[in-house]
């Protein structure tokens, strides 16, 4: 059975920071592309950053990149997004994702494909 558990979020004021973490299990996490997203109220689901686990190579939105970084630690079947200078606009409910067994490409499209999704944890950041 697979899951993914994600935990780190909360509230923080504008320019702080907060590290989202997400725990992977019952699938090959070796060979997936794992992703971040993100859902505002009223809004549609954004991709966020997406790391391709065997490489190690990561990917970010535009609105993200200097930002946020997208880490791992393999032993422990875990990603991470360590969110820095937060903006307002940053808020809402941030989701993990595992695509299995296929590269990143085209993880950030509308319809990205991902397998597997948490459950999301909520970020709010206040101005």
């Known amino acids: 059975q697979v899951q993914l558990v994600e935990s780190g979020g909360g509230s923080v004021e504008a320019g702080g920071s907060l590290r989202l973490s997400c725990v992977g299990s019952g699938y090959a996490y070796s060979t997936s592309c794992m992703g971040w997203f993100r859902q505002a109220p009223g809004k549609e689901r954004e991709g966020v950053a997406s790391?391709?686990?065997?490489?190690?190579?990561?990917y970010y939105a535009d609105s993200v990149k200097g930002r946020f970084t997208m880490s791992q630690d393999y032993a422990k079947n875990t990603v991470f997004l360590q969110m820095d200078s937060l903006k307002p606009e940053d808020s809402g409910v941030y989701y993990c994702a595992a695509r299995l067994l296929r590269s990143c490409w085209r993880w950030d499209s509308p319809s990205p494909e991902f397998d597997h999704w948490g459950q999301g944890t909520q970020v709010t950041v206040s101005s």
């Open positions: 790391i391709y686990i065997s490489s190690g190579s990561t």
